[in-house]
T-cell receptor, first 114, second 112 residues
Framework: EAQVTQNPRYLITVTGKKLTVTCSQN?????MSWYRQDPGLGLRQIYY???????DKGDVPEGYKVSRKEKRNFPLILESPSPNQTSLYFC?????????????FGQGTRLTVV | SQQGEEDPQALSIQEGENATMNCSYK?????LQWYRQNSGRGLVHLIL?????REKHSGRLRVTLDTSKKSSSLLITASRAADTASYFC????????????FGSGTQLTVLP
């Protein structure tokens, strides 16, 4: 089954404690992205990757890191989480195609930083 | 920055009625997509319309695109309680490698 898998689904952590949210897709997609979703603000892109070892900042990259060492995986790293990073996070992947392709989303990770 | 902005922010209708949601965007696009999100879940792709298309249908969904006004609308006909969800438009900007940019969404509630 084609899917994007995020882990964990729920996470409560304390300020400053490094954490990683994993994302894996089994569709051999080139493009992967991370978004955060906050009430009234929709989805805002954090980082995106067009292929292995190719990553770039989205609209709200501060406080986040990513890596793309393998095509299927795109982890999101919070080196020193702060309460303003409490949010619902989504990973998405997309086939490169000719640019006219749909995105597939993971089920989301609800992060609370206290 | 938000590319797509949906209108209205919230919409409540009776089962059987039609629901119309609008999306405005700012830059030139390759295509525009609509997604659905059930509460707290991942987004699911509904329909895509290319920049050279004006209207597209899929089941009970009808999407229009007016590139001169930089706007799109999503019509759900004969709505059902199961259509209750948030709906987002997403733009695929021309000349941009940044992938899809989402708006803030319309929360649709269909009352039985």
């Amino acid at each position: 089954e084609a899917q994007v898998t995020q882990n964990p689904r729920y996470l409560i952590t304390v300020t400053g404690k490094k954490l990683t949210v994993t994302c894996s897709q089994n569709m051999n997609h080139e493009y992967m992205s991370w978004y955060r979703q906050d009430p009234g603000l929709g989805l805002r892109q954090i980082y995106y990757s067009m292929n292995v070892e190719v990553t770039d900042k989205g609209d709200v990259p501060e406080g986040y890191k990513v890596s793309r060492k393998e095509k299927r995986n795109f982890p999101l790293i919070l080196e020193s989480p702060s309460p303003n990073q409490t949010s619902l996070y989504f990973c998405a992947s997309r086939d490169r195609g000719r640019g006219v392709t749909e995105a597939f989303f993971g089920q989301g990770t609800r992060l609370t930083v206290v | 920055s938000q590319q797509g902005e949906e209108d209205p922010q919230a919409l409540s209708i009776q089962e059987g009625e039609n629901a119309t949601m609008n999306c405005s965007y700012k830059t030139s696009i390759n295509n525009l997509q609509w997604y659905r999100q059930n509460s707290g879940r991942g987004l699911v792709h509904l329909i895509l319309i290319r920049s050279n298309e004006r209207e597209k249908h899929s089941g009970r969904l009808r999407v229009t695109l007016d590139t001169s006004k930089k706007s799109s609308s999503l019509l759900i006909t004969a709505s059902r309680a199961a259509d209750t969800a948030s709906y987002f438009c997403a733009t695929d900007a021309r000349g941009s490698a940044r992938q899809l940019t989402f708006g803030s969404g319309t929360q649709l509630t269909v009352l039985p």
